[in-house]
Nanobody
Framework: QVQLVESGGGLVQAGGSLRLSCAAS????????MGWFRQAPGAEREFLGV????????YYADSVKGRFTISRDIAKNTVYLQMNSLKPEDTAVYYC????????????????????WGQGTQVTVSS
């Protein structure tokens, strides 16, 4: 199993930026795909995007494409979610997740394909 710990959340004004980190441990991530999700109060969990650990290729939900960027630092075993031009509706708990499934694109939007989840980090965007 992979253990994941998110950090970097906090309070930011609308229009600002924030970078979340997801530190991974427990297993080599070489064949894993790392996903980012969020869940606002009273809402369903929302898929944001994924990155292939091995190739660095990414796939994003249309709702965040162009504003959010996922990257990884292999040496630090860490995945990042850079969020720009934040809006109050981006307020949510943000989660990273890992899967060893091999597929592409929208397949990774399903939360059920992930084996491992972090505890989440709160992001609050004030207007």
């Amino acid at each position: 199993q992979v253990q994941l710990v998110e950090s970097g959340g906090g309070l930011v004004q609308a229009g600002g930026s924030l970078r979340l980190s997801c530190a991974a441990s427990g297993r080599t991530l070489h064949y894993y795909t790392m996903g980012w999700f969020r869940q606002a109060p009273g809402a369903e969990r929302e898929f944001l995007g994924v990155i292939s650990w091995r190739f660095g290729s990414t796939y994003y939900a249309d709702s965040v494409k162009g504003r959010f960027t996922i990257s990884r630092d292999i040496a630090k075993n860490t995945v990042y979610l850079q969020m720009n031009s934040l809006k109050p509706e981006d307020t949510a708990v943000y989660y990273c997740a890992a899967t060893s499934d091999v597929n592409s694109g929208s397949y990774y939007a399903g939360g059920h394909v992930y084996c491992c989840w972090g505890q989440g980090t709160q992001v609050t965007v004030s207007s």
